[in-house]
């Protein structure tokens, strides 16, 4: 079941790619025959975004596992067995196991979900991820009790991902959220984009959205999903604390150490990109600020 959602934003804030919209307009009619129509978007996009195209998408990304230039995972990332799949789900949960993500997919509803993106370099785009909520993931394995963080593994080959040669990072790629970001309804596992499979370069086959965050928090071919009830380490922070907290959350408040937040360069509007300020979470702070209530987000950055 492919459900439409526009949360955010409406088509014409995302893609001018043609046949992409024909295949919503028809599904739309289709769901509009049945009586069950498109849900509308809770908000007007900002003003000042240029829509991205797929290849815009597809052909401006960080995976580092493939190389540290933007161009380098469209170049290499199609060396990555995609098929089969399996996700090790384990920890804090009643139902440990390697997870078949065939499996996981006959039992959960697909979605699209349209987010904005905004990368910690503050670039950003605006993007249709089809995929579905982590929660139902995690509500089948069954979370314990005790559980307060959700750690997330990237798949880690020498022989298909060349950038594993060098010590970038400390592979394998790692990452976390706190239990109540992890099972927000904005907190997807994404399977494609623009209505087609995940390519290999934005993290094929599956890939976290979490689109307050800044985009390396949206880790990538997942294998591992495991519950705790200690803070993991993620890839970032182990490499440099100073420069990337835990929560990473979008805030024009907080510099990146070596440059500023406060505004962002829109790809895809010109050669080098309009600039637009950045928004306080990303834009979605009506759904998510209530998670940090209380909080020193400048401490807790």
């Known amino acids: ?138 509500n089948r394995a069954g979370v314990q009790s005790g559980a307060k963080y959700v750690a997330f593994e990237t798949v880690a080959r020498r022989e298909e991902m060349p950038g594993l040669r060098y010590p970038v990072l400390d592979w394998p790629y790692v990452e976390g959220l706190r239990l109540d970001e992890a099972m927000h309804p904005l ?36 294998v591992r999903i495991s519950l705790t009830d200690r803070q993991p380490p993620t890839a970032w922070n182990k490499a440099n604390a100073r420069e990337y907290g835990f929560y990473s959350n979008v805030n024009p408040q907080v510099d990146h150490p070596r440059w500023s937040q406060a505004t962002e360069r829109v790809i895809g509007a010109g050669l080098f990109g309009s600039r637009r300020e950045t928004d306080m979470f990303n834009g979605y702070g009506d759904e998510v600020a209530s998670l940090y209530a209380g909080m020193d987000l400048k401490k807790n950055y």
């Open 187 to 222: 907190t997807i596992l994404a399977t494609g984009v623009y209505g087609k499979s995940m390519p290999e370069q934005n993290g094929a086959p599956l890939r976290l959205v979490v689109p307050w965050k800044y985009g390396f928090k949206g880790i990538k071919s997942i």
């Open 1 to 138: 079941m492919i459900r439409i959602t526009t949360p955010k934003f409406r088509d014409r804030d995302v893609t001018d790619e043609a046949v992409y919209l024909n295949r919503r307009q028809l599904m739309g009619g289709a769901m509009a025959g049945l009586g069950l129509g498109l849900a509308g978007p809770a908000m007007a996009a900002p003003s000042g975004l240029k829509p991205n195209s797929f290849e815009e998408v597809t052909n401006y990304n960080n995976y580092y596992e493939f190389g540290t230039s933007k161009t380098d995972p469209a170049k290499y990332a199609h060396t990555l067995t995609t098929s089969p799949w399996t996700v090790k789900i384990d920890g804090m949960v009643n139902k440990p196991g390697d997870y078949a993500l065939d499996d996981i997919l006959s039992k959960v509803s697909v979605e699209e979900r349209i987010y904005r993106l905004r990368c910690v370099e503050a670039w950003s785009m605006v993007i249709p991820w089809n995929g579905f909520t982590l929660s139902s993931l995690l």
